[in-house]
């Protein structure tokens, strides 16, 4: 079945550094691909999706290419603050389907 | 998008009770989804709304311990009984924003303690 696999956290960095959360997927078709955002005692929000091949999906100053030759969907950020402190879920829903898949989620530290 | 309105945001229980969650959603909306998150876990889907017939539930939910109700296409509420410490989790509900390829809207969430 669909499946999503994304690095292990928690991910610590300092301000300003470059942020890559790695995330892979297995489906059949062409999934959509998300990222979603936890921030501490919240729900989730989309941070941004991608729905074919080669889409780049953007916002906030994140980054993520939906990759279908290497079936990835890798978050990326150029120069994180402490407010990006979260837990980040990659997840796919298949083709015509409603029902969506997460990952295990990241949970990312920014320090000062 | 959607816009959700999930209650209680939190509440400790004890064991053997049961807790009811709700969701408000501010536009008609055809299917719903309850998630459960267990600390430090991902979200699993525990079953899917629709207005006017039974929640379909996935493997490893039952509707004896999950009632969910839909009464309409902007509400819907999910039990968690005979609550055991085991159910300590965040109960989140989803609609989707249009076809599921544009994602999902989330309500804030139901952060649940079972004493």
């Known amino acids: 079945g669909d499946s999503v696999t994304q690095m292990e956290g928690p991910v610590t960095l300092s301000e300003e550094a470059f942020l890559t959360i790695n995330c892979t997927y297995t489906?059949?078709?062409?999934?959509?691909l998300f990222w979603y955002v936890q921030y501490p005692g919240e729900g989730l929000q989309l941070l941004l999706k991608?729905?074919?091949?080669?889409d780049k999906g953007s916002n906030k100053g994140f980054e993520a290419t939906y990759r279908k030759e290497t079936t990835s969907f890798h978050l990326e950020k150029g120069s994180v603050q402490v407010s990006d402190s979260a837990v980040y879920f990659c997840?796919?829903?298949?083709?015509?389907?409603?029902?969506?898949?997460f990952g295990a989620g990241t949970r990312l530290f920014v320090k000062a | 998008s959607a816009v959700i309105s999930q209650k209680p945001s939190r509440d400790i229980c004890q064991r053997g009770t049961s807790l009811t969650i709700q969701c408000q959603v501010d536009?008609?909306?055809?299917?719903m989804f309850w998630y459960r998150q267990q600390p430090g876990q991902s979200l699993t889907l525990i079953a899917t709304?629709?207005?006017?017939?039974?929640?379909?539930?996935e493997s490893g939910f039952v509707i004896d311990k999950f009632p969910i109700s839909r009464p309409n296409l902007t509400f819907s509420t999910l039990t968690v009984s005979n609550m055991s410490p085991e159910d300590s989790s965040i109960y989140l509900c989803?609609?989707?924003?249009?076809?599921?390829?544009?994602?999902?809207?989330f309500g804030s969430g139901t952060r649940l303690t079972v004493v």
């Open positions: 709304a629709n207005q006017g017939s039974e929640a379909t539930y």
């Open positions: 991608a729905t074919k091949a080669d």
């Open positions: 536009s008609q909306v055809t299917m």
């Open positions: 989803s609609v989707a924003s249009g076809q599921g390829s544009y994602g999902y809207t």
């Open positions: 997840a796919l829903s298949s083709t015509g389907g409603f029902k969506t898949i």
């Open positions: 489906a059949t078709g062409y999934p959509s």
